[in-house]
C-alpha cells in the first residue's frame, strides 16, 4: 500500500459504499484530482449496507428527483455491464383496492415523470411471473426499467475505486478509521485517522450508517437512522440452473404486504439457487443508533448484518406464502438470512449537501443502491458548480432547522417514517404524528378556540381552516368545490375554500407567524441583496417598501421566492417556513463566498407576520 498522505485536494469517509465510490468518479469525471478516499474496513466495502444491499431498482416514485436519480443510475449500471433490466411487477391483491389506486397514482407519476410504468392484468402478471397465485391479484403495474445490479452494486463500487485509482487522480485507502475532523475558522482542514493526518480542502462524509458518527465530530448530527430489514432465503431453486443468470424472473413487489421477492438465478452464480423474501416492518421497526453498532470482529456476518428472529417476519411471510406458495415449498436457509441494517430519514430524503456549520464539509448520507451514481452525479455537480441541473431543495442538508436535528425528535421521525417505507401509501399532505407542537404562534390559544384544523410545517402550528367558520358552507353553497375522491379530500377542509371566498370579497387576516425571518445588515447588505435577487433593492425610493422577489443561482434559475423589507440600516427578508434554513444558509455562504461586509441574523421568534388581504384590507386597517 502507497504511504499515506498528509495533504489531499478532497477526503472521501468511506469510499468503500456505492455512493462514496460513485462521487469519486463523477469528481473526476468534472475535472478534480488529488483525491483520497479512506474506509474504515475493506474497498470495496465488506461491513456496510452496499456490501448485503438487494441491489434492485424501481423506476417508479412520485418524487421527480427520485426518478431522475434512479433513471440516471441504471443507464450508468448499464454502460458499465452491470445490469440487468428484467423488469418488475408490483401487485394489487383481491380485496385491497387502495393498494390498486395507490398502483394507479403510481402509473400517473410514471407518465408525468418519463418512465415506462404500465398497467398489467393478472393474467400477464402470471405469464410474467409463473410463481404468483394469479386469484390472488386484481391487477399491478410493470416496470420494465426495473431491474437488478448484477453481479452486486459491491462489485460495481470496486471497480469504479479501481478505475480511479488507475487514472492517478485517486488514492485508496481501507481499513483506515476517521478519529476526527479538523476545523480552522469555519472551515474543514483536514481529517485526523488512525494512520495519522491529512490536509484537506473538502471532506465529503460517505459513511452510510456510520455517517451521523462522522458528523457528531464537528457538533452537527444527521436526520437519518439505520432500521432493521428482515432479509430471508429459501432453497435450493434450481430453475435457472446452467443459464448464468443472476436473476431469471422479474422482481415482485407486493407492497400491500410491504413485502418483496425475487429469485437469484443460477445456483453457480454467488448467491444463486434461492428466493429472497424482504419486508419492511409497519408496526414495531426496530432501529439502531450508530453508536449501538458491533465492530468487524464483535458480529456475526458484519456490523450491518444483525440476527433476524424468525418470529419477527412469521405474520408476513405466511401472507408472502398466500401470493407466491414457493416460498413454503423450499426450505428456510437460516444461516443466510439476517436484518440487514439500511436507513431511513426524519423526512424521506437523504442528507445531502454542505454542512450548515463548516464550509468545505460535504455530507452524502441515507442513499439506496437505486440512487448511488445518480446522487454522486448531484454531489459532484454540486460542489464544481455551485448548483445542480435538477432540483434539489428536497435533499440538501440546509432544509432541517436546529430542532429537526434534535436526537428525539429524529428518532421518533424516523420510526414513523419507517414504518411507511412500502405500506400503506403515503399521502403528499400526510402530516407526521411525532415531533409535533415544538413551534406554537402568540395565536395558538385562540385559534385552538376557533377550531383550528392545524398541520405542521417547520416545526410550527398552522391552522387550515377553522371550525368556527363553517357557517361560510352554507353561505356559499355550491361555490366552494367538493373533492368527491376520498384521496384527494384527505388532510383538507373545505371550510379553508369558503373562508377564501369570504376573504375575497371582504377583509380576512391569516396568521403566517411560521414564516421565517432573518436581518441582513451591515455596509454590504444592501449590494448583497442586489447581487442575490431579481428585484432591484437598493435606491432611495424603495426604504420602506416591501419587495416581492425571487433568489436567482449564478445561471439565473430561480432558488427561492420571498419578501424583502428595505429598512434604512438594514433588510428584512420574509421566508416560507419550509425554505427558511435553506435560503438562510444560501445567503450566508453566498456572502462569504463573494466577500460582502454583512451580519445575518433570524428573527423569527422575534415577531410575528400576519396578513391582512382582500378588496377592504387597506380600509380595515386604517
Same mark, same amino acid.
Given at each position: 500500500m502507497?504511504?499515506f ?10 469510499l468503500?459504499?456505492?455512493v ?6 463523477h ?5 478534480w ?6 474506509d ?5 466495502t465488506?461491513?456496510g #449496507?452496499?456490501a ?8 417508479t ?5 427520485s ?6 443510475s441504471?443507464?450508468?449500471y448499464e454502460?458499465m ?6 423488469g ?6 383481491v ?7 395507490e398502483?394507479k397514482?403510481?402509473?400517473?407519476s ?8 404500465? @398497467?398489467i392484468?393478472?393474467a ?9 397465485e ?10 420494465p ?7 452486486r ?9 479501481d478505475q480511479?485509482e488507475?487514472?492517478?487522480k485517486?488514492k ?8 476526527s475532523l479538523?476545523?480552522?475558522d469555519?472551515r474543514?482542514?483536514?481529517?485526523v ?10 471532506v465529503?462524509v460517505?459513511a452510510?450508517i456510520?455517517?451521523?458518527?462522522? $458528523? ?25 440452473a ?5 436473476i431469471g424472473?422479474?422482481l415482485?413487489?407486493? %407492497? ?13 452464480? $454467488?448467491?444463486?439457487?434461492q428466493?429472497e423474501w ?12 450508530p ?9 456475526r456476518l ?7 428472529d424468525m418470529?419477527?417476519?412469521?405474520a ?5 406464502m398466500? @401470493?407466491t ?14 436484518n440487514g ?6 423526512d424521506?430524503?437523504p442528507?445531502?449537501?454542505e ?13 439506496w ?5 445518480g446522487m ?5 455537480d ?6 445542480? $441541473?435538477?432540483d ?10 436546529p430542532h429537526?436535528?434534535?436526537e ?11 414504518m411507511?417505507v ?10 407526521? #404524528? ?7 404562534s402568540p ?9 383550528g ?9 398552522r391552522?387550515?381552516?377553522?371550525a ?6 352554507e353561505?356559499?353553497g ?21 373562508e377564501?371566498?369570504?376573504m #375575497? ?10 414564516f &421565517? ?9 444592501? &449590494? ?5 435577487? $431579481? ?11 416591501g ?14 421566492d ?5 429598512? &434604512? ?20 455562504r453566498t456572502a %462569504? ?12 421568534e422575534?415577531?410575528?407576520t400576519i ?7 387597506r380600509a380595515t386597517l386604517?
Amino acid at each position: 500500500m502507497a504511504e499515506f498522505p498528509k495533504k489531499a485536494k478532497v477526503v472521501i469517509v468511506g469510499l468503500g459504499g456505492i455512493v462514496g465510490a460513485s462521487i469519486a468518479h463523477h469528481l473526476i469525471e468534472r475535472g478534480w484530482d488529488d483525491i483520497v478516499g479512506i474506509d474504515k474496513s475493506g474497498i470495496p466495502t465488506d461491513i456496510g #449496507s452496499t456490501a448485503h444491499a438487494s441491489d434492485f431498482c424501481y423506476t417508479t416514485s412520485h418524487d421527480f428527483l427520485s426518478c431522475w436519480t434512479t433513471l440516471y443510475s441504471i443507464d450508468f449500471y448499464e454502460k458499465m455491464g452491470h445490469y440487468a433490466r428484467i423488469g418488475g411487477l408490483e401487485v394489487a391483491r383481491v380485496g385491497d383496492d387502495s393498494r390498486m389506486e395507490e398502483i394507479k397514482r403510481k402509473i400517473a407519476s410514471a407518465k408525468a415523470f418519463g418512465t415506462r410504468a404500465r @398497467l398489467i392484468e393478472p393474467a400477464e402478471i402470471k405469464e410474467k411471473f409463473p410463481l404468483i397465485e394469479e386469484a390472488i391479484v386484481q391487477g399491478g403495474l410493470w416496470d420494465p426499467d426495473a431491474g437488478l445490479v448484477i453481479p452486486r452494486s459491491q462489485t460495481v463500487a470496486g471497480k469504479l475505486v479501481d478505475q480511479a485509482e488507475a487514472s492517478g487522480k485517486l488514492k485508496s485507502f481501507a481499513n483506515t478509521s476517521a478519529r476526527s475532523l479538523v476545523v480552522k475558522d469555519g472551515r474543514i482542514s483536514g481529517v485526523v485517522t488512525d494512520r495519522g493526518t491529512i490536509e484537506a480542502d473538502y471532506v465529503i462524509v460517505c459513511a452510510g450508517i456510520w455517517g451521523r458518527l462522522i $458528523a457528531e465530530m464537528v457538533g452537527e448530527d444527521l436526520p437519518v437512522m439505520p432500521i432493521d430489514h428482515p432479509l430471508t432465503f429459501f432453497g435450493p431453486y434450481n430453475e435457472f440452473a446452467g443459464t448464468g443468470k443472476e436473476i431469471g424472473w422479474p422482481l415482485l413487489r407486493d %407492497q400491500g404486504n410491504s413485502a418483496y421477492m425475487r429469485d437469484t438465478g443460477d445456483p453457480k452464480t $454467488a448467491e444463486g439457487g434461492q428466493i429472497e423474501w424482504g419486508y419492511y416492518e409497519e408496526t414495531n421497526p426496530r432501529l439502531c443508533h450508530p453508536r449501538d453498532l458491533l465492530e468487524k470482529d464483535q458480529a456475526r456476518l458484519s456490523p450491518s448484518q444483525r440476527d433476524l428472529d424468525m418470529e419477527q417476519i412469521l405474520a408476513p411471510l405466511e401472507r408472502a406464502m398466500e @401470493l407466491t406458495p414457493i416460498l413454503g415449498e423450499l426450505g428456510y436457509n437460516e444461516s443466510h438470512s439476517f436484518n440487514g441494517l439500511l436507513q431511513v430519514t426524519a423526512d424521506g430524503g437523504p442528507s445531502m449537501g454542505e454542512s450548515q456549520k463548516v464550509r468545505g464539509l460535504w455530507y452524502a448520507v441515507a442513499i439506496w443502491v437505486k440512487d448511488g451514481p445518480g446522487m454522486g452525479k448531484l454531489i459532484a455537480d454540486w460542489m464544481t458548480d455551485g448548483r445542480t $441541473a435538477i432540483d434539489h431543495h428536497a435533499i440538501d442538508y440546509a432544509r432541517f432547522y436546529p430542532h429537526q436535528t434534535k436526537e428525539q425528535f429524529i428518532w421518533d421521525r424516523c420510526t414513523e417514517t419507517a414504518m411507511k417505507v412500502y405500506n400503506p401509501a403515503v399521502h403528499p399532505r400526510e402530516p407526521f #404524528s411525532k415531533g409535533r407542537n415544538i413551534r406554537r404562534s402568540p395565536f395558538w390559544e385562540r385559534e385552538k378556540e376557533l377550531g383550528g384544523y392545524f398541520m405542521e410545517l417547520g416545526g410550527w402550528e398552522r391552522a387550515h381552516g377553522y371550525a368556527a367558520n363553517e357557517h361560510l358552507l352554507e353561505k356559499y353553497g355550491n361555490r366552494v368545490p367538493v373533492r368527491e375522491n376520498e384521496w384527494d379530500n384527505r388532510h383538507f377542509w373545505r371550510v379553508s375554500n369558503a373562508e377564501h371566498l369570504a376573504m #375575497s370579497e371582504d377583509c380576512g387576516i391569516v396568521n403566517l407567524s411560521h414564516f &421565517a425571518m432573518y436581518d441582513i445588515e451591515g455596509p454590504d447588505h444592501v &449590494a448583497l441583496l442586489e447581487w442575490l435577487c $431579481a428585484a432591484k433593492i437598493g435606491g432611495d425610493n424603495n426604504i420602506g417598501k416591501g419587495i416581492y422577489t425571487h433568489f436567482l443561482d449564478e445561471e439565473g434559475m430561480v432558488r427561492a421566492d420571498f419578501t424583502v423589507i428595505r429598512m &434604512a440600516d438594514r433588510c428584512r427578508l420574509i421566508d416560507g417556513a419550509d425554505a427558511g434554513p435553506r435560503d438562510f444558509q444560501y445567503t450566508r455562504r453566498t456572502a %462569504q463566498d463573494k466577500g460582502f461586509d454583512v451580519t445575518i441574523t433570524d428573527v423569527t421568534e422575534k415577531y410575528v407576520t400576519i396578513g391582512i388581504w382582500g378588496p377592504n384590507a387597506r380600509a380595515t386597517l386604517q
